[in-house]
Nanobody, 114 residues
Framework: QVQLVESGGGLVQPGGSLRLSCAAS???????AAWYRQAPGKQRELVAGIHTSGRTNYVDSVKGRFTISRDNAKNTVYLQMNSLKPEDTAVYYC?????????WGQGTQVTVSS
């Protein structure tokens, strides 16, 4: 059974930084990887994605603040989050996609508050 384990969430003050990690139990080499988030009462949204080529995409609200990266040797995907805002508060999920298959992590809570 494939497992994705997110870590790195927590409570941070506005303007602070966090680095999320998503460790996979399989080789991520061929997978598109992405981070989603879901705030209370809102739909889950795509935050950032990274293709096998390294090409990235971001939702407009995080451009210039968040950076997604991947380490295929460690089967891990990262999300570096800087200049955090209260509206970034959400549960963050990682996802791997390859063809018709996709896998989700269990989520990690990020709370931005003073």
């Amino acid at each position: 059974q494939v497992q994705l384990v997110e870590s790195g969430g927590g409570l941070v003050q506005p303007g602070g930084s966090l680095r999320l990690s998503c460790a996979a139990s399989l080789s991520i080499f061929s997978y598109y990887a992405a981070w989603y988030r879901q705030a209370p009462g809102k739909q889950r949204e795509l935050v950032a994605g990274i293709h096998t080529s390294g090409r990235t995409n971001y939702v407009d609200s995080v451009k210039g603040r968040f950076t997604i990266s991947r380490d295929n040797a460690k089967n891990t995907v990262y999300l570096q989050m800087n200049s955090l805002k209260p509206e970034d508060t959400a549960v963050y999920y990682c996802k791997l996609v390859y063809g018709s298959g996709n896998y989700w992590g269990q989520g990690t809570q990020v709370t931005v508050s003073s």
